[in-house]
Nanobody, 121 residues
Framework: QVQLVESGGGLVQTGGSLRLSCAAS????????MGWYRQAPGNQRELVAR???????NYADSVKGRFTISRDTAKNTVHLQMNSLKPEDTALYYC???????????????WGRGTQVTVSS
């Protein structure tokens, strides 16, 4: 089992910043990728940003230039620095991890419970 603990959500005004963090723990042999998804009421869950074990990143077009994803490999932690926040960034943000258990060749996937980000206009 893998546990994901998210932190850093909250209420911020338009133009403000927040930093989300997610720490993974449990029966992890290695992590292939970590990322953040978000879901606003009435919308589908969408990828915000993702970083691979090799450090490659990809972002949703809507957040490019404003959000930065980073990872602390030694601590199995991923961060999402969110700047110039807009009301449309308001959503429940979920941490997502692709990982391998010891002796396994197939990736497993885990989700966090979500942390709320609200941007007021």
């Amino acid at each position: 089992q893998v546990q994901l603990v998210e932190s850093g959500g909250g209420l911020v005004q338009t133009g403000g910043s927040l930093r989300l963090s997610c720490a993974a723990s449990g029966s992890i042999f290695s992590i292939n990728a970590m990322g953040w998804y978000r879901q606003a009421p009435g919308n589908q869950r969408e990828l915000v940003a993702r970083i691979t074990n090799g450090g490659s990143t990809n972002y949703a077009d809507s957040v490019k230039g404003r959000f930065t994803i980073s990872r602390d490999t030694a601590k199995n932690t991923v961060h999402l620095q969110m700047n110039s926040l807009k009301p449309e960034d308001t959503a429940l943000y979920y941490c997502h991890v692709a990982w391998l258990a010891s002796g396994s060749f197939a990736s497993s996937y885990s989700w966090g419970r979500g942390t709320q980000v609200t941007v007021s206009s």
